[in-house]
């Protein structure tokens, strides 16, 4: 058996140096990958966070989404928005998150399936 094996990789153990305390179930970004915070983490401790699977996440209000298409997590708005939204600063798009289910106008909430793949970071 091999020596280097370590875990799956669904979960990274991530330093929350936001500056805030991050509430159980919050969409962290980890550099250019999407995850889910799985229990709270607090100001300068340690946390898990989901990198990969399937959540209920937050959604822009007014965007149509479709199943099956690439996501942008909008960093201002704290919410995945449908591909053709232009990514800000801080915004992730690509292939880090894509739609599980579809979702239409006026839902908050939609079946995102995170990859665990690094997107695209908007600077």
Do not use: C
């Not at 199943?67 to 909008?74: F, K, R």
């Not at 894509?98 to 979702?103: L, R, Y």
């Amino acid at each position: 058996m091999t020596t280097t094996y370590v875990q799956p990789g669904h979960v990274l153990d991530y330093t929350n140096n936001s500056g805030a305390k991050i509430p159980s179930s919050a969409v962290v970004r980890i550099g250019q990958i999407i995850g889910v915070a799985l229990t709270e983490i607090a100001v300068g401790a340690t946390g898990s966070v989901a990198i990969d699977g399937v959540h209920r996440l937050p959604k822009v209000a007014g965007a149509v989404i479709a199943q099956g298409e690439s996501l942008v997590w909008d960093a201002s708005a704290g919410a995945f928005d449908d591909n053709l939204a232009v990514a800000a600063a801080g915004d992730v798009s690509g292939a880090a998150a894509v739609a599980f289910a579809g979702a239409g106008n006026g839902a908050t909430t939609l079946l995102v399936r995170l990859t665990g793949v690094p997107g695209t970071l908007a600077a």
